[in-house]
């Protein structure tokens, strides 16, 4: 059992950090973007050295006192807002977002976990590098919390996910202890690898507290196209065609339902689709090319093969950064348009990719019998990775499907983990997932997951209640 | 303290899998490649199933007994074999070698651990992909013990280490209990990552059983070139020139040293450098090109732009593949020359890309008040992994230096840590390495380690001995 972070344990902590280190919560420290919990107020702690967030964990370890860390806030599970007391420290790495140094020739980062992915980004730019990860909500979130949820977004197809851009950690681990492991080297067989573990564990078994980043060379051109196709399957087959004609080049694969389009209207956006009429299903493809390709003409020549093979239908390519942005805002605006029209229930799910055709096709009838829905279907087609969310039809709100949300989702969800899905993409656990991961979860993993929380965190004050419960 | 894997214990494992899975270990099942440790017989099951090898594990575990997974036996660092008492069941995956399944239009495959990793690629080729782990073992080494140990090898610049090529795995736990973990989505953050935290501990948290492999496009075209470089730092010029002209598509970038090439003539291979005299230092690189891109023209192009740098002085393209496959064995028989030369200590080490010329500058002086010595050092630079080979001179046996040996190895291994590099870099602990591991460890690191394994291995049966000790 916890105790309470309370005033007379504040006192204690007080006398650990200097003046200015601890104080009451701001509402942003408590807030999450789906507005669906509060964050219990706690005390917030916002160090400015790892020898600092070693101090606090250890007492709050000493006096079994619960410890959520607090990075961007973005997340969409609820992982980084604890609702229900005791009331935890509230540990923020907002004043940890140094930039520790940078080696462009080694094509490697360090910086502190609390630096904004958009400056993350930009420090890369400013040697001439490239940090591909990349998100909507890349202005705010930080890449501590990137880490601990192991973050996807739209660059992963090419450069993989969060955990695959990194080189190294440095955390404090439940005990307090420090985790000194910001290395630099691309090999490093040197026992088991406490990197991986920590990525991706949403802060139950330590705190970020900075990161070696894998850069990575600057394209020399990037060309972006938005294609028609025919069907989710002629999608996959340009997405093989496109992998086989640009082994490696492929940086964004983007699925698109015309659904998305009629949103950005309805909420409002003043963005207009490439194609009118809109076409059922839509390709935001793009393609980063070395020194030596033309970029129009490599666009040209995949568009001419995939029309030849009746994969494309009609299409558009950018032929400015200008263009290209436009046609990247369409997709990346779906997200918000989603919000303003309210979801009844909303899944970041995967799937093998040779399943995906049939879980577009199945899902709609499997929650037929549910209500009238529509559904927004988009996301990272490269990677299976879909955003398959259910909207009530115009002029209904959500509300008034209250009463079957629950099952909405566990249809949809017990539909992709049959297929051999997962109900987790890139989003993670948090607390939304908690019963999803002990329902779905592999018994072996569970009970493996469970020894590793136990032995590396006792007490279980890191980020209770996230993950396994 | 465990018990021995005795006749008594046998017989009652006999009772728990068909007849012909126990038997007496062979030779080769007692050897390792340096041939410093003679496994303890102890007695060998060759399982062909998953629920054989958890019944035989739950068995082991219920009696105290030790496990030592065997799988190709190529291991440098002798964590294939177990030289002291009590004696352990030897776990062969040998007859679990089967492909379980192939989507080339995902760009999976799922293997058993037994296959050999020349078998992993030959599937992967027959459909079409590529299943780029390469190593000088490929012909014998598992893809098992490849993941175990989290191989490296020639291709890791572009396709990274072994457990960046692997989407999911089943292994069988220290209790017996199996991780159903064979997944073949991009994006799964559904809890832990127990797969990383699997790759790379040497059997000593699990037997792995199976395992979910990414492949990629064949690209359309390979091109080979042996570069004369003036010095180790204009080699890492080079290497970013290459990677800035040809981003992504930087497939090998190995350093040899002209010691390599004596070495090859002194060891008898009847192979024969592309120059004469032979520069003191040489880049093996190689690029896989996507269709558009002309081979030849494009090594051309990034040799004309090196040489106008001062990165090369010399080279040769390879314009067959017969010529590149030449090429490719100067570089790959050179492992086999250092073996009948015969090392007095062998390092291998992985650095900071950018502390690579300092530490090739110090290390010959830092030994040499230790006695005569010749230096191969050669490796994967792009990744940082240099083999840092220490010889006698011509004409004198490696024996006359066994009393400097450990010094030698004490003295380069300091060295490199103080420089931030590991000294485990691609072959992973094993046995020979745990000293090293303990003092060059990270304290948290190692902490977190033994939790760790005490927490899913109580009893400490599996491979014991291997990695922490």
Redesign the interface.
Known sequence: MLNPCDAAFAARLSRLVPEGTLSAPEPRHLEEPRARWTGKAGILARPRTTAEVAALVRACAADRVGVVPVSGGTGLVGGQIMPSCPAPLLLSLERMAALRGV?P????MVVEAGMILADVQAAAAKVGRLFPLSLASEGSCRIGGNLA??A?GTA???Y??A??LCLGLEAV?PDG?????L????????????R??L???EGT?GVITAASLKL?????ARVVAMLAVPSPAAA??LL?LS???????VSAFELIHRMGFDFLAEAGFGLRPPFDPVPDWLVLLEL?L????EPEA?MA?LYAAASEAGLVTDGVIATSEAQAAELWALRETIPLANRKVGAVSSHDI?????AIPGFIEAAPRAIAGLGAFRVNCFG?L????LHWNVFPERGHGKAEHDGVRDQVKRVVHDLVHGL??????????GRL?VA??AR??????????R??K???DPAGIMNPGA??G
Chains 1, 2 share one sequence.
């Open positions: 080696w020739e080694e094509n490697a949820a192991n996807g992963v197809l090419r993989g996910n955990r695959d681990l202890s420090i985790f000194n492991g290395t630099r080297l691309r090999k490093d067989n040197a026992g088991y690898d406490l991986h573990l990525i991706g564990s078994l990575f060379p600057q394209p020399a996959l087959d093989a992998g086989d004609r640009a082994a490696g080049l980063e070395p020194a030596g390709m490599t020549g995967s799937l093998p990719l040779s990272h490269g990677d299976g990775n051999g899905g997962s109900v987790s993409a890139e989003h993670g656990v997932k999803d991961l779905y979860g592999d018994p072996g993993k569970l009970a493996a997951m020894a590793i136990a032995a590396l993950v396994l």
